[in-house]
């Protein structure tokens, strides 16, 4: 079975960094394109970033262009998303997701774009 566990979520203040980590078991992790999703109260679950399976491509929305970096170590099976310059509009729980294959960029603009989901980890940005 798929298995997928964030961490490393917290409370930061604005300007502030975090570093999350998603942890994978039961797949070949190579084999995988992984996404990093949030959902904000009383919002839909955004993809925020994906990256291939060798880590040859990367994708982020544009409310994270900039500050947000995803990467992956493969003989780890783990991926990893660096945020900074935090802001109070980036507080959610944030999900990692992983789909089986090439990367498609258009999957992770659609909410349910990702097969397998993994719990999440609850980031909140204090102002």
């Known amino acids: 079975d798929v298995q997928l566990q964030a961490s490393g979520g917290g409370l930061v203040q604005v300007g502030g960094s975090l570093r999350l980590s998603c942890a994978a078991s039961?797949?070949?992790?190579?084999?995988?394109?992984i996404a990093w999703y949030r959902q904000a109260p009383g919002k839909e679950r955004e993809g925020v970033s994906c990256?291939?399976?060798?880590?040859?491509?990367?994708y982020y929305a544009d409310s994270v262009k900039g500050r947000f970096t995803v990467s992956r170590d493969n003989p780890k099976n783990t991926l990893y998303l660096q945020m900074t310059r935090l802001k109070p509009e980036d507080t959610a729980v944030y999900y990692c997701?992983?789909?089986?294959?090439?990367?498609?960029?258009?999957?992770?603009?659609?909410?349910?774009?990702?097969?397998?989901w993994g719990q999440g980890t609850q980031v909140t940005v204090s102002s």
């Open positions: 997701a992983a789909n089986y294959g090439r990367l498609i960029l258009s999957a992770v603009r659609i909410s349910s774009g990702y097969a397998n």
């Open positions: 039961g797949f070949i992790f190579d084999d995988y394109a």
């Open positions: 990256i291939g399976s060798s880590g040859e491509k990367t």
